[in-house]
């Protein structure tokens, strides 16, 4: 078990169990990118990353099947980056979250 109580490990829960969310679909996407790809953002699009994941299912769900954008800008740039890395990554080990 990870003790780890420094307030990156905190955030880092934290972001994980928000990225987990009522639709699979979401999870497939949000928690590989989580896990692969935050620590090597900016800060400003780990800012984004953390914004994006207190919308609603409904919204993120919308976005990231590339049905719409969002009008905010840095919420455009992660959920392209979250696109992106789910059509370029093989996260076929997540299909049994």
Same mark, same amino acid.
């Given at each position: ?15 994980? &169990? ?16 989580? #896990? %692969? ?5 900016? +800060?400003?699009? %780990?800012? $984004?990353?953390? %914004?994006?994941?207190?919308? +609603? ?10 049905? #719409? &954008? =969002?009008? +905010? =800008?840095? %919420? ?7 696109? #992106?890395? $789910? ?11």
């Amino acid at each position: 078990m990870n003790d780890d109580n420094s307030p990156a490990a905190i955030l880092r829960k934290r972001l994980y &169990w928000h990225s987990r969310r009522g639709m699979w679909e979401l999870d497939l996407l949000l928690i590989p990118f989580l #896990e %692969q790809r935050f620590d090597h953002l900016s +800060e400003a699009d %780990q800012l $984004a990353y953390q %914004q994006l994941i207190e919308g +609603e299912d409904q919204d993120l769900f919308v976005w990231l099947m590339h049905r #719409e &954008w =969002p009008e +905010e =800008p840095s %919420q455009r740039r992660i959920v392209q980056m979250i696109v #992106e890395h $789910a059509e370029t990554t093989d996260n076929s080990a997540y299909r049994t979250l």
